[in-house]
């Protein structure tokens, strides 16, 4: 079992910035991804950024040169730096471990960005 904790979200007028972290309650050593979603009000979840343990990086389009994710695979941490947001990035942002060893994702109980205009 591995627990993912949120934290960093919370309210920025449009165009401010955040940074989201995501900690993972043990080292991962296999294979593994860990991404970024998030859910708008009437919304489904989408992907907004993941990156594997090697480091290789996918976002999506509607964040890209705004939104950076790293790790920091000796503290079990992933982050997601956000610039210049906007009105429509507002949504509550969950974290994702996809262990493909084991077949099975793991979820973060999620963190709420407020984007005010």
């Known amino acids: 079992q591995v627990q993912l904790v949120e934290s960093g979200g919370g309210l920025v007028q449009a165009g401010g910035s955040l940074r989201l972290s995501c900690a993972a309650s043990?080292?991962?050593?296999?294979?593994?991804?860990m991404g970024w979603y998030r859910q708008a009000p009437g919304k489904q979840r989408e992907l907004v950024a993941t990156i594997t343990n090697g480091g290789l990086t996918n976002y999506a389009d509607s964040v890209k040169g705004r939104f950076t994710i790293s790790r920091d695979n000796a503290k079990n941490t992933v982050y997601l730096q956000m610039i210049s947001l906007k009105s429509e990035d507002t949504a509550v942002y969950y974290c994702k471990l996809y262990v493909f060893r084991e077949s099975r994702e793991y979820w973060g109980q999620g963190t709420q960005v407020t984007v005010s205009s």
């Open positions: 043990r080292s991962i050593f296999s294979t593994n991804i």
